[in-house]
């Protein structure tokens, strides 16, 4: 109970933060969570572990539609690049071969698709995750710096419907987990 | 790794038992502990007399380049008919030594092989500063090398634009986005460690850089599923990539005219010999850094004896390659064909061909023994000496090929001056320096892939280890 303790505890709650010692304590409590009906909850572990996010709701990502689009716009983009610079602005007669030589833009149009892909994969991942964020209240909790090593951490938002401080307290303690600290905002 | 499996695809089958690829008794806290400890721990000593030796050689390459700056390519021993000469092997060859990151960290996610993850995170390291290296080289062989950006497609006053049904172009395209995904591949891959350094830095700076370059990652379910996506989804896009690469490279080549250049077993040759390469210099690497960083433990004698078979298997292609051409220089009856592959075994560079199959074709046989696959020792030996052969095999496809073209009268040799080798030896002290810092100031193995694979975790979904 040292979370009672915590000096901010008079500023507005972002919520309560539970702790488990072994994944398997996590995703057992994340499914018994999602199945409560909390809405706002997170999870935070050391490596991607793919029951949590399912047991969590994470179904489907937003990410491959983007990638697809990047893709799509680099190749086009590319293949007009080369389309407008060889055949509109700067032709080049080549011993009279057409200068729509389409097979020789092939390979730029190639590449450009592979960039416009991969840069959508980076920063599509980076703005759906809203990184960078310097500032988040998890990082209030000083014992949440083992979440990059070996502890698992799942916290319920203080605006979650069915948040209620003392209630929620309670079940997150009858779900195994080590400690239970208020998070403040 | 690589927990994402949208698709439905069918659970694997169980699989025979393998030596585990961590030693037994690790945890995700202690593979934690092991690997930032690296970074984190004092400065040993023989890291200073290391990169004091590798900043040195940079210095030969400043002066080096300075002297090309002031002077012009004529300091270079190129000539004609060899217009292209150290520039153009260097950067072959360093292009080639750049594979083996992106193919470890790519293709070898996508084929489900574990054992990479120990690797990746240094060799793609390697690929960016290789990449670095062999991006030099045509640049300085430009003559005037700060009119580089002309090479790119930008609207200019001169109302120019590049030819991009040349090779050359090609290249530009396939280098620059290589070495720009490459490059996010490995950040992406860091963002999770440059978390872990952060929280366990007790350094005020430290954690305030570590804090800047892992962007307020935290870890979270909801980020890691898409982080998940996002990885598998760069190893697809690397992987035909990486792949594409030295095919173009290979272009450069293939496209021209010339007997010896012009053949279609190219892409493939170059392929298998850029892979042969980058993982002789991934062992070159990864020997001594497990001894020095005692990470033995995570590197273990069966990494070794895999990328040891991998060199082999790609050995054997890069010998069938040579075999094709010099079967293809007599099928063709091609009298200018056939003459170049008599020149290349005969001719004034006959030594140099010798010493490439002796190196390439006949040393690296010893790789079938067991013995040798698991020995550190004969393993660094050997890729050393595959280095020097995949160097060779540049010089004799360039060289040979060039000095002796269709008309007799146009003949001539070549050699490197000693601004040539300045600027070889120089790039090798670029590449050395800016590995020495890598493994100073970031993770060598990649922390939370580790944390996937030990005996416990519910991350691998293909763990081999007996949960």
Same mark, same amino acid.
């Given at each position: 109970?040292?979370?009672?303790?915590?000096?901010?505890?008079?500023?507005?709650?972002?919520?309560?933060?539970?702790?488990?010692?072994?994944?398997?304590?996590?995703?057992?409590?994340?499914?018994?969570?999602?199945?409560?009906?909390?809405?706002?909850?997170?999870?935070?572990?050391?490596?991607?572990?793919?029951?949590?996010?399912?047991?969590?709701?994470?179904?489907?990502?937003?990410?491959?539609?983007?990638?697809?689009?990047?893709?799509?716009?680099?190749?086009?983009?590319?293949?007009?690049?080369?389309?407008?610079?060889?055949?509109?602005?700067?032709?080049?007669?080549?011993?009279?071969?057409?200068?729509?030589?389409?097979?020789?833009?092939?390979?730029?149009?190639?590449?450009?698709?592979?960039?416009?892909?991969?840069?959508?994969?980076?920063?599509?991942?980076?703005?759906?995750?809203?990184?960078?964020?310097?500032?988040?209240?998890?990082?209030?909790?000083?014992?949440?710096?083992?979440?990059?090593?070996?502890?698992?951490?799942?916290?319920?938002?203080?605006?979650?419907?069915?948040?209620?401080?003392?209630?929620?307290?309670?079940?997150?303690?009858?779900?195994?987990?080590?400690?239970?600290?208020?998070?403040?905002? | 790794?690589?927990?994402?499996?949208?698709?439905?695809?069918?659970?694997?089958?169980?699989?025979?038992?393998?030596?585990?690829?961590?030693?037994?008794?690790?945890?995700?806290?202690?593979?934690?502990?092991?690997?930032?400890?690296?970074?984190?721990? +004092?400065?040993?000593?023989?890291?200073?007399?290391?990169?004091?030796?590798?900043?040195?050689?940079?210095?030969?390459?400043?002066?080096?380049?300075?002297?090309?700056?002031?002077?012009?390519?004529?300091?270079?021993?190129?000539?004609?008919?060899?217009?292209?000469?150290?520039?153009?092997?260097?950067?072959?060859?360093?292009?080639?030594?750049g594979h083996a990151g992106t193919l470890i960290s790519a293709i070898l996610l996508?084929?489900?092989?574990?054992?990479?993850?120990?690797?990746n +995170?240094?060799a793609e390291?390697m690929t960016l500063?290789a990449v670095?290296?062999?991006?030099?080289?045509?640049?300085?062989?430009?003559? +005037?090398?700060?009119?580089?950006?002309?090479?790119?497609?930008?609207?200019?006053?001169?109302?120019?634009?590049?030819?991009?049904?040349?090779?050359?172009?090609?290249?530009?395209? #396939?280098?620059?986005?290589y070495a720009?995904v490459s490059?996010?591949f490995w950040?992406?891959?860091?963002?999770?460690?440059?978390?872990?350094?952060?929280?366990?830095?007790?350094?005020?700076? #430290?954690?305030?850089?570590?804090?800047?370059?892992?962007?307020?990652?935290?870890?979270?379910?909801?980020?890691?599923?898409?982080?998940?996506?996002?990885?598998?989804?760069l190893a697809?896009l690397a992987t035909?990539l990486v792949l594409?690469v030295?095919?173009?490279?290979?272009?450069?080549?293939?496209?021209?005219?010339?007997? =010896?250049?012009?053949?279609?077993?190219?892409?493939?040759?170059?392929?298998?010999?850029a892979i042969?390469?980058g993982? #002789?210099?991934?062992?070159?690497?990864?020997?001594?850094? +497990?001894?020095?960083?005692?990470?033995?433990?995570?590197?273990?004698?069966?990494?070794?004896?895999?990328?040891?078979?991998?060199?082999?298997?790609?050995?054997?292609?890069?010998?069938?390659?040579?075999?094709?051409?010099?079967?293809?220089?007599?099928?063709?009856?091609?009298?200018?064909?056939?003459?170049?592959?008599?020149?290349?075994?005969?001719?004034?560079?006959?030594?140099?061909?010798?010493?490439?199959?002796?190196?390439?074709?006949?040393?690296?046989?010893?790789?079938?023994?067991?013995?040798?696959?698991?020995?550190?020792?004969?393993?660094?030996?050997?890729?050393?000496?595959?280095?020097?052969?995949?160097?060779?095999?540049?010089?004799?496809?360039?060289?040979?090929?060039?000095?002796?073209?269709?008309?007799? #009268?146009?003949?001539?040799?070549?050699?490197?001056?000693?601004?040539?080798? =300045?600027?070889?030896?120089?790039?090798?002290?670029?590449?050395?320096?800016?590995?020495?810092?890598?493994?100073?100031?970031?993770?060598?193995?990649?922390?939370?892939?580790?944390?996937?694979?030990?005996?416990?975790?519910?991350?691998?979904?293909?763990?081999?280890?007996?949960?």
């Open positions: 109970m040292s979370g009672l303790q915590h000096p901010a505890k008079r500023l507005p709650l972002y919520g309560l933060m539970a702790e488990f010692n072994s994944s398997d304590a996590l995703i057992a409590a994340a499914h018994r969570v999602h199945d409560e009906g909390f809405t706002k909850v997170d999870a935070f572990t050391p490596y991607p572990i793919e029951e949590v996010s399912e047991a969590l709701g994470h179904h489907r990502s937003k990410l491959p539609g983007i990638v697809l689009g990047g893709g799509i716009l680099g190749g086009i983009g590319g293949y007009l690049l080369q389309y407008w610079t060889q055949v509109i602005v700067y032709p080049m007669n080549v011993g009279g071969r057409p200068v729509h030589s389409w097979p020789a833009f092939i390979v730029p149009t190639f590449e450009t698709t592979i960039l416009g892909a991969a840069l959508a994969a980076v920063f599509g991942m980076f703005f759906l995750n809203g990184l960078p964020q310097p500032y988040h209240p998890v990082f209030n909790v000083p014992r949440f710096a083992m979440a990059s090593r070996d502890r698992y951490f799942m916290v319920i938002e203080s605006k979650d419907p069915k948040f209620d401080l003392e209630a929620t307290r309670r079940f997150l303690s009858e779900l195994n987990a080590s400690e239970v600290t208020e998070v403040a905002r | 790794m690589a927990t994402l499996d949208q698709g439905g695809l069918p659970a694997p089958l169980p699989k025979p038992y393998k030596p585990p690829i961590v030693a037994p008794g690790h945890t995700t806290a202690s593979v934690t502990d092991k690997i930032s400890e690296v970074v984190l721990q +004092r400065t040993p000593k023989w890291w200073f007399l290391g990169f004091a030796v590798s900043f040195s050689l940079l210095m030969v390459f400043l002066v080096s380049v300075t002297w090309l700056l002031v002077k012009g390519v004529g300091v270079y021993g190129i000539n004609w008919p060899i217009g292209w000469g150290f520039d153009i092997i260097n950067f072959v060859w360093w292009i080639g030594i996508l084929l489900r092989q574990e054992w990479r993850t120990s690797i +995170r240094f390291a500063f670095a290296c062999a991006g030099m080289y045509p640049l300085l062989h430009l003559g +005037r090398p700060w009119l580089f950006y002309w090479l790119l497609p930008y609207p200019n006053t001169m109302n120019l634009w590049p030819q991009f049904r040349s090779p050359l172009i090609w290249d530009v395209f #396939a280098v620059s986005t720009t490059a996010l950040y992406v891959g860091l963002v999770p460690d440059l978390a872990t350094l952060r929280d366990r830095s007790t350094n005020r700076v #430290a954690r305030i850089v570590y804090g800047f370059g892992a962007m307020g990652w935290r870890g979270s379910a909801a980020h890691w599923h898409n982080y998940e996506t996002a990885y598998l989804l697809g035909p594409s030295h095919t173009v490279v290979s272009f450069d080549f293939a496209i021209g005219i010339i007997p =010896g250049w012009h053949a279609t077993i190219f892409p493939p040759y170059f392929v298998a010999g042969y390469a993982f #002789a210099m991934v062992l070159t690497l990864a020997i001594p850094l +497990r001894h020095l960083f005692k990470l033995e433990d995570f590197i273990t004698t069966r990494h070794l004896q895999n990328m040891g078979k991998v060199m082999l298997a790609t050995g054997l292609i890069v010998v069938y390659g040579y075999m094709t051409e010099l079967f293809f220089a007599w099928y063709s009856g091609n009298t200018y064909e056939m003459f170049m592959a008599w020149n290349r075994v005969f001719g004034p560079y006959r030594y140099h061909w010798y010493m490439l199959i002796a190196c390439n074709a006949v040393v690296p046989q010893f790789l079938w023994f067991r013995r040798v696959r698991t020995s550190p020792l004969w393993l660094f030996a050997i890729s050393m000496v595959v280095s020097v052969g995949m160097w060779l095999e540049r010089f004799v496809i360039i060289v040979t090929s060039l000095h002796r073209d269709f008309l007799p #009268a146009s003949w001539g040799l070549y050699h490197g001056t000693i601004w040539d080798w =300045g600027t070889f030896i120089g790039t090798m002290g670029l590449f050395l320096t800016l590995f020495f810092l890598f493994i100073r100031f970031l993770p060598t193995i990649s922390i939370f892939e580790m944390r996937t694979i030990v005996p416990g975790s519910h991350g691998g979904e293909y763990t081999e280890v007996p949960r």
